[in-house]
């Protein structure tokens, strides 16, 4: 292996639990996720020689994977979040909260899962998903009222 390779089996090592735990909160399908992640990682090798220069190549990989899951959702026409499985609990603690995201429309869900689930800052929100920060900050602002809501006024 060349030394790009091993660099980027090494990204591809830690890279593909976060994009497999992104993925499993916008969508219950496992087989639907693996496939994503691995596509997504896979035109990410394709491309290594650009993108490992990247401040976040991580970043760069789950814009592809969301937009692949969005093909994918329109394609099929399936429900974009289904019952969040076990390895996310630490996230979602409660069968309320796993509900309540499957009830915020995707982009909300996007922008709450990202920013919630992998800590990504605004401005980071927004490259990945390609949308101005004040959009950005917008779609968290209605995601979390609307969970708020769903949740009958809870904070939690």
Request: negative net charge.
């Given at each position: 292996m060349s030394a790009?390779?091993?660099?980027?089996a090494e990204f591809f090592r830690k890279?593909?639990?976060?994009v497999t735990k992104t993925l499993t909160a916008l969508s219950c399908d496992n087989r639907?996720?693996?496939d994503i992640a691995q596509d997504a990682l896979l035109i990410a090798?394709?491309?290594w020689s650009d993108i490992h220069a990247y401040d976040k190549p991580e970043a760069w990989v789950l814009k592809v994977a969301i937009r692949l899951m969005r093909r994918r959702q329109q394609h099929d026409h399936e429900t974009p979040l289904a019952e969040v499985p076990e390895v996310v609990q630490?996230?979602?603690e409660t069968e309320a909260l796993h509900a309540a995201?499957?009830?915020l429309s995707?982009?909300?869900?996007?922008t709450v899962a990202l920013h919630h689930l992998l800590g990504y800052s605004v401005?980071?929100?927004a490259g990945v998903l390609m949308v101005g920060e004040s959009t950005v900050r917008t779609h968290l602002t209605r995601g979390r009222a609307e969970l708020r809501r769903i949740l009958g006024g809870s904070d939690e």
């Amino acid at each position: 292996m060349s030394a790009p390779d091993l660099g980027f089996a090494e990204f591809f090592r830690k890279c593909l639990p976060v994009v497999t735990k992104t993925l499993t909160a916008l969508s219950c399908d496992n087989r639907v996720v693996e496939d994503i992640a691995q596509d997504a990682l896979l035109i990410a090798q394709h491309r290594w020689s650009d993108i490992h220069a990247y401040d976040k190549p991580e970043a760069w990989v789950l814009k592809v994977a969301i937009r692949l899951m969005r093909r994918r959702q329109q394609h099929d026409h399936e429900t974009p979040l289904a019952e969040v499985p076990e390895v996310v609990q630490p996230v979602f603690e409660t069968e309320a909260l796993h509900a309540a995201v499957r009830e915020l429309s995707p982009r909300h869900r996007e922008t709450v899962a990202l920013h919630h689930l992998l800590g990504y800052s605004v401005s980071e929100i927004a490259g990945v998903l390609m949308v101005g920060e004040s959009t950005v900050r917008t779609h968290l602002t209605r995601g979390r009222a609307e969970l708020r809501r769903i949740l009958g006024g809870s904070d939690e």
